[in-house]
């Protein structure tokens, strides 16, 4: 009797680990109000689009602002459209410095940022050595040192 016992205490522990490690369907029905509607996917946000924009068709306003600016002069120019919005991204140069200047949609002036410009370090080209013989010296022949006699 002992051993009837232990076997069925066996088997109900078995199959209540196998249970527990398995997860059942879960059965929805349409009018169920607890049941959980799926979980629309969101996209990633779009990545912000850049267009180049030709320096003299600039709108009016923001050509009239960076001539306000003495001594810079518009170099570069990009419209970037975001979630419907355009703004503009002018680089202009002067004074020995280069500057990006922000627009808004409304083409007013917001921020001015500077531009960090890379440079490269200088090589320095090295110029072969000249080896100077004197006229009475006679020249040295120099074999390898792995080279064998000719015999």
Known sequence: MKKILLVLSMIAFVSFTINAQT????TK???DPKAKAPVAQTKAPAAPVKAAIDVTKLPKEILDNIATHK???AIKAESVTDKGITTYVVTVEGNNTKVNYIYDKDKKFVKEE???EVTKPAVKKEEPKKVELKKDEP???TKPADAKPVK
């Open 23 to 26: 997860k059942p369907a879960e």
């Open 29 to 31: 029905k349409a009018d």
């Open 71 to 73: 001594g810079f002069k």
């Open 114 to 116: 500077a531009i960090k």
């Open 139 to 141: 020249k040295k022949e």
